[in-house]
């Protein structure tokens, strides 16, 4: 709500006046480094409290991911192997073919930041959220699950600079690529993003799994299988016998989502728009926009940090 955003930014208006700021894209997009990561001035006071009020519960499941990353299809993914006992992925009722993938879950820093997050407390478990947060902002102690949607940095640059150009039709790449070399995109930088997730995955596997959107591509199925496995919830034999894991793949696939009527128009919570969360769908587009010099770059900014600590694309 228009109240809840202000109230919510006015509690928190001289802590985030005291961070470091900058600008990303634009002039008008002012930014603040909270605890490392660097968020929308606007979306900064959200972040406190979700760090502050949020209590998961042991059988949450959140979806985090860098944007870009493949949120949209490991949210799909998420949704349908959870929800399949009440919405079988074949069925012609089934709400992705209505809705969105991220309009079936809450986002949770867009509810701290309006002042709604009483909303989470009427959901009934399991609960099933997304964020974009760094795992530093995630309260401590976290008992829930986490799915972690993962891509090769120079993919998820070009993303997000052609996401971000259907905001802002005259933004360049090497605008973009600038601002992810220095670490002063949104949510970043991607390395420390990316990292802490993945130290918290390597020490506490059955807390946290790293879906990877090259291996996604490879071999849909047996990552959802080890997805289900992962939230507790095996395929039966019976299942896997009548195909409920295709039926899965098949809903949540890009040429199916990015045909259907709620992916192709409009916005997501009145900001995102639908059509350009489906652009290609493909690993490796990144040779079809950078310059050698620009991949070897990212490659030894990003990359590396990820190689070094076992993270390899
Ligand atoms: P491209 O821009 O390379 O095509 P996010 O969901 O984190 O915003 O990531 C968006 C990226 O995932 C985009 O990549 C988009 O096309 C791709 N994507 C979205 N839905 C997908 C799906 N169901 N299967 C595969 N890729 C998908």
């Known amino acids: 709500s228009a109240a809840g955003l202000v109230m919510v930014a006015a509690e928190h208006a001289e802590l985030v006046s005291a961070l470091p700021g900058g600008t990303f894209l634009k002039d008008e997009w002012k930014m603040r480094c909270y605890h490392g990561c660097w968020l929308l001035e606007k979306w900064v006071a959200g972040g406190i409290q979700l760090q502050r009020l949020f209590q998961p519960r042991p059988d949450d499941v959140i979806v985090a991911s860098f944007p870009k990353s493949g949120t949209t299809w490991v949210i799909a993914l998420t949704f349908a192997?959870?929800?399949?006992?009440?919405?079988?992925?074949?069925?012609?009722?089934?709400?992705?073919?209505?809705?969105?993938?991220?309009?079936?879950?809450?986002f949770l820093e867009n509810l701290y930041r309006s002042g709604t997050e009483a909303k989470l407390e009427a959901l009934?478990?399991?609960?099933?959220?997304?964020?974009?947060?760094?795992?530093?902002?995630?309260?401590?102690?976290?008992?829930?699950?986490?799915?972690?949607a993962c891509r090769e940095p120079k993919d998820v640059l070009v993303s997000l600079w052609l996401y971000y150009k259907s905001m802002v039709?005259?933004?360049?790449?090497?605008?973009?690529?600038?601002?992810?070399?220095?670490?002063?995109?949104?949510?970043?930088?991607?390395?420390?993003?990316?990292?802490?997730?993945?130290?918290?995955?390597?020490?506490?596997?059955?807390?946290?799994?790293?879906?990877?959107?090259?291996e996604l591509l490879r071999d849909p199925a047996d990552n959802v299988r080890k997805l289900a496995r992962f939230l507790g919830v095996p395929f039966s034999d019976s299942e896997?016998?009548?195909?409920?894991?295709?039926?899965?793949?098949?809903l949540c696939s890009f040429g199916h989502l990015r045909g259907l009527e709620p992916n192709k128009t409009g916005h997501v919570g009145g900001y995102f728009p639908r059509d350009a969360l489906f652009r290609k769908g493909v690993a490796g587009d990144w040779v079809n926009h950078l310059t050698p010099e620009m991949a070897r770059r990212l490659d030894e900014t990003v990359a590396a940090k990820m190689h070094a600590e076992g993270l390899v694309f």
């Open 81 to 106: 192997t959870m929800a399949r006992a009440l919405y079988p992925p074949a069925d012609a009722g089934h709400p992705l073919l209505r809705l969105n993938p991220h309009e079936c879950l809450p």
């Open 124 to 148: 009934p478990s399991p609960r099933l959220m997304n964020t974009h947060m760094p795992l530093g902002i995630l309260p401590p102690g976290r008992g829930c699950k986490i799915v972690y």
């Open 169 to 214: 039709p005259d933004l360049t790449l090497d605008t973009t690529f600038q601002s992810v070399c220095r670490g002063g995109e949104i949510y970043g930088p991607v390395s420390d993003h990316v990292l802490g997730y993945w130290r918290a995955s390597r020490a506490h596997p059955e807390k946290i799994l790293f879906l990877r959107y090259e």
């Open 240 to 250: 896997e016998e009548a195909g409920v894991v295709a039926d899965i793949v098949r």
